[in-house]
């Protein structure tokens, strides 16, 4: 019987990691996937489970896909992904029109389940997460010259608010012998640039002896033919150190960008956030981040609306957002998550205020992040081409301070000639010089072309 399969993943990118895991594996079984998920056979809904927002989005694809189902557009419908492993019994229970529920460790079980479901089986598994491999042929959905690189999954900082423990379980790291395989394999498939992805990337290795080895598997990293930028996301403060900050000042295939999710800056907070710190120990953090690497572009998440978080410690996180000028920085306010401590908290504020204290501090970023911009005026960045906007009729693409998919555009002109010459294209470097902001973007003109 020939059949489709596609699939819809939503989420971070460590989830998106399992989704190219599982099409790998579909892939290899010489299964025919397809792109276009409203005209397959058989739906995947990976999903996201994190946070309110994120649930009501998988539900929300979920029930698109029943209707398609209903009229008779599609025949299956799997769920898998993080609210799979979550809500277990409620989505059997609720959503009859799913035919497969799949938690973490049965993601490898996916062709099984794929063939038992076109069977006319409706099935349900949830073996231990350890059972889902890291490693494996995956299937890259992101363009060809850049991906993510997972070196880790679950967590163990355990942080009050955060549902990732009870979802994913605790750190559990990748060899490095694997990820520096992995790393190669996408470099010479043309990948320029490597995103490196976990709970907790400053954490990597610590589940072997209880130190981190990113520094080590950076330098491994660093010595790959063919990637030009190495990125990092998901750093907490407290975990980097020297070690750390010396690699990526002495390696220049490191992009100087590190995303540092600090959630919040009054001390009483954080302590009840089960995290370190206070504002004068991130201050000085980051203030030697900073110094060690000259240039580096920081990025953070903070959080408002913390059960007891007063006017008093909401007035300090702007302050420290002010003072600190964080080039990049995402604000969201407090979701109450089941099974969390936090979620028990009491002097829990109203969404109204959560939502408001949120935009109070995005307000004053953009402020911040408009300023950083228009020093970015004059200058000349190397910039990573991703696509042409023929309704803007003009090109796009990022600089070394920006992250795939979360961070700003560079849109730029460029001469039909040096179109032509093949020196702008996806995934090329060119030199641009930048003229002009616009809204958190810049814009300038093609000065030269890179590699």
Not at 161 to 167: F, G, M, T, V
Request: glycine share 8%.
């Amino acid at each position: 019987m020939a059949y489709k399969v596609g699939m819809v993943s939503l989420g971070c990118p460590k989830n998106q990691m399992d989704a190219e895991l599982m099409l790998g594996r579909l892939r290899d079984a010489g299964i025919e996937l397809t792109a276009e998920s409203g005209l397959a056979d058989v739906v995947i809904v990976n999903t996201c489970g994190f946070i309110e927002d994120a649930k009501k989005e998988s539900i929300e694809n979920i029930l698109e896909f029943a209707q398609l189902k209903k009229e008779g557009q599609i025949q299956k419908i799997i769920v898998t992904g993080c609210m799979a492993e979550r809500y277990r019994e409620e989505l059997i229970k609720e959503l009859p029109e799913c035919d497969a529920v799949l938690g973490l460790g049965a993601n490898g079980d996916i062709v099984e389940a794929v063939e038992a479901v076109l069977r006319g089986e409706r099935i349900a598994r949830f073996p231990d997460k350890g059972c889902w491999s890291l490693d494996g042929s995956r299937l890259q959905t992101t363009p060809e010259f850049f991906a993510y690189l997972r070196i880790a999954d679950g967590c163990s900082n355990c942080c009050a608010y955060c549902a990732i423990p009870l979802i994913r379980g605790p750190l559990r790291s990748r060899s490095m012998d694997t990820v520096v395989e992995e790393a190669a394999a996408l470099a010479a498939s043309g990948v320029k640039e490597l995103t490196l992805v976990a709970q907790d990337t400053t954490l990597y290795g610590a589940d072997w002896d209880g130190k981190s080895h990113l520094p080590e598997l950076l330098e491994r990293l660093c010595g790959i033919d063919g990637l030009h930028w190495i990125r990092l996301l998901y750093c907490y403060p407290e975990h980097i150190d020297d070690r750390l900050l010396d690699v990526m000042a002495a390696q220049p295939k490191i992009a100087r960008y590190m995303d540092i999710p600090i959630q919040h800056a009054n001390g009483k907070v954080l302590a009840a956030m089960n995290r370190p710190g206070d504002a004068a120990t991130l201050k000085r953090q980051i203030r030697h981040i900073r110094e060690k690497v000259p240039g580096i572009v920081l990025r953070t998440t903070v959080m408002t609306g913390f059960p007891g978080e007063g006017k008093k410690e909401f007035a300090e996180l702007c302050e420290f957002v002010k003072e600190m000028r964080f080039e990049r920085l995402g604000c969201f306010a407090f979701s109450p998550e089941e099974g969390t401590p936090a979620a028990q908290f009491p002097d829990q504020l109203e969404e109204k205020e959560k939502l408001r204290r949120r935009d109070i501090v995005m307000e004053e970023q953009s402020l911040i992040a408009d300023r950083y911009n228009r020093t970015q005026v004059g200058k000349t960045l190397d910039v990573l081409v991703e696509s042409y906007d023929r309704y803007a009729e003009c090109w796009f693409g990022r600089s070394e301070a920006d992250a795939p998919d979360i961070d700003c555009k560079v849109f730029f002109h460029a001469p039909r000639e040096a179109v032509q010459r093949g020196d702008v294209r996806p995934g090329g470097f060119v030199r641009i010089k930048i003229t002009d902001t616009m809204d958190w973007d810049l814009m300038g003109e093609l000065e030269s072309a890179g590699e």
